[in-house]
């Protein structure tokens, strides 16, 4: 089956640090790939998508790759600020064989950036 | 409505009592799913709808777990005699549709239902 691996929290960064939250996958047909983020008392917003392979997807300073000879989508950007503070999923969606595109997701990668 | 709505945010039970929690998806999606959150975990998936059709309802826990969207909008997820192991929160998502080009989920902000 499908399962979606991703980098145990939680992330404590400083203001303009380097932020890299890494995910890989397992997924039995050629899955796209998400980047959902939960800020606090709000509902999963999509950061991010790629649905081939070496695609990168973008937004917001945030980017990830499409990795498929290393089965990886790992977030990165650059310089985070303090309002990047959120929980981080990564997620997968396999429509092959007739599938519904349901979303597999990791556990979530809670980030605190400081001041 | 300009983006998922779900109802009620927060729902307190008491074990062995019947809850509905109601999602109300954008407007012309034909995709709808239910997610459910436990606390410190990624959402998981629960059943999908395509317009009035449950397509898939393998995520569902046991037979307590009941979903319909009669009219092919809005959505209700029913669980009948909860139990503590119910609590978490519930998720809804819709999207354009199935094909991959249209597949981005848009999420509620979720039901926390909380059992006692």
């Known amino acids: 089956g499908n399962s979606v691996t991703q980098m145990e929290g939680p992330v404590t960064l400083s203001e303009e640090a380097f932020l890299t939250i890494n995910c890989t996958y397992t997924?039995?047909?050629?899955?796209?790939l998400f980047w959902y983020v939960q800020y606090p008392g709000e509902g999963l917003q999509l950061l991010l998508k790629a649905t081939k392979a070496d695609d990168k997807g973008s937004n917001k300073g945030f980017e990830a790759t499409y990795r498929k000879e290393t089965t990886s989508f790992h977030l990165e950007k650059g310089s985070v600020q303090v309002s990047d503070s959120a929980v981080y999923f990564c997620a997968l969606s396999d429509g092959s064989g007739g599938s519904n595109y349901k979303l597999t997701f990791g556990k979530g990668t809670l980030l605190t950036v400081n001041p | 409505g300009a983006g998922v709505s779900q109802s009620p945010r927060y729902k307190v039970a008491k074990r062995g009592q019947d809850v509905a929690l109601r999602c109300d998806p954008i407007s012309g999606h034909v995709s709808l799913f239910w997610y459910q959150q436990a606390l410190g975990q990624g959402p998981e998936f629960l059943t999908y709808?395509?317009?009035?059709?449950?397509?898939?309802k393998s995520g569902l826990p046991s037979d307590r777990f009941f979903a319909e969207r009669p009219e092919g909008s809005v959505s209700t997820l029913k669980i009948q005699r909860t139990q503590q192991e119910d609590s978490a929160v519930y998720l809804c998502?819709?999207?354009?549709?199935?094909?991959?080009?249209?597949?981005?989920?848009?999420f509620g902000a979720g039901t926390r239902l909380s059992v006692l």
């Open positions: 997924a039995t047909g050629y899955p796209s």
């Open positions: 709808f395509q317009n009035e059709a449950q397509l898939d």
């Open positions: 998502a819709s999207s354009l549709g199935p094909r991959i080009a249209k597949n981005i989920q848009y």
